[in-house]
């Protein structure tokens, strides 16, 4: 793994999680493993509005329906970094 | 998750709103007095939270056209219309649906819900692109879900956050659908429809909008407010209810492209579900004749949103939106907002307690939908109550006065 996309990564990461300490959670410290319907109270509009920030910081289309197959913290950082490196 | 797990996760929710006594399962109007009045646990109480928009549901023709309906041909169609056949009844609407939109033809479904999901299930398939306002309402995105469509949101009445997605998305956009409201349901604000689908057809989109309150609410001729933005010969698709101006229940839709017929054999909410009774047809069918033939029912609604918008805002409460026919109070907490509601049903008056998610950008909304059929005595009792509840709220009501009034 090159530099360039472990930096990317932990960058992607560390966003998730500094944005995600605002909203309640039952598992305690928020890691990358942090499941975010189980362990975490996000309604609906936070999600979708969490999600319109991610694509305008990283200038990419992340569709709501993508969310189906993502739990964990980790899982969302991934799909955000193969979303960006995809870009055109 | 197990279905065990799914009703603890439900009774969390119930035990939720007991907890704030805000369960609207609870209220239950005994009699239904008028199209404004009903009795709630024993008292007489002014409603202000029907989406009748113009009063029509006790109008002597609409009730005289609904009871003959079922005289003559039952009381239900018991089943759908590609299996049991359409009613006269049907396409005759259909008929006057498209004439007064200037369109080739209509389709009318059994709900307004399953109007949207109907279409959109109907013309989406995965892999397809949607860009939709981040206020729809749950059966838009219900409907791009089950599609399997690729969708994603905008900022809320956000023409220029509409154009940076649609321009992220490159070649894509181009045959992407965008779709908006006319009137949103909870805040009471209206969308910029010109820009946006000025917009939306700058990067090659169709454009939907969903008409549900703006019908016979907005436009000269009460289309909607499609009709008021001037795009009626733009728009792709519009859809809106039988629930609210229309007096009765069923949703209908409009295209101005005739291929859109051909929905009818590959919209599942459509082939699937039971047509409407006959009652329901006969009855939005005598609405759309009185919305077609009397515009003083339209200015006799924006009269009492004026009278009630001014006389909130003169109180001091903070409204979420300038005045419509929605009027949305803002208090910053769900139990100050619940104190309110159950504050104003004690003094006779019934409005909405909307709570996040559904309240969008607040804590809570205390939301009033006015009617034709309120008279003005009854909008002035409405401010006496939120006078009397608001003095006494103390906290509550000095925040709501907060800075952001207008």
Redesign the interface.
Known sequence: MSHETRDLEQDILQTLLRRLEQFPNKAGEITAQTDLAADMTI????M??L??EV??TY????????MANINTVQDLADQIKKLVEDR? | MSVSERFAELAQIRDTLGAVEADPSRIVMEKILSPTEARIAGRRTILVGTNNYLGLTFEPEVLDAACAAMREQGSGTTGSRMANGSFAGHAALERDFAEFYGVPSAMIFSTGYQTNLGLLMGILRPGDKVVLDSHSHACIYDGCRISGADFLAFRHNDPEDLRKRLRRMGGAAEGALVIAEGLYSMLGDTAPLAELCAVAKEYGAWFMVDEAHSFGVYGERGLGLCEAAGILDEVDFITGTFSKSLASLGGFFVSRHPEMQLLRYGSRPYIFTASSSPANIAAAHAALGAIRTRPGLKDKLWANANRLHDGLRALGYELASTVSPVIAVRVPSKEGGARLWNDLLEHGVYANLVLPPAAPDSAALLRCSLSAAHSFAQIDAILAAFETVGAGAGADRAACAGAGAR
Do not use: A, K, Q
Not at chain 1, 43 to 46: G, Y
Not at chain 1, 59 to 66: A, I, K
């Open positions: 309604d609906s509009v936070n979708m509005e999600l319109m694509e305008d200038d990419v289309s992340f569709p709501l329906n993508m055109p």
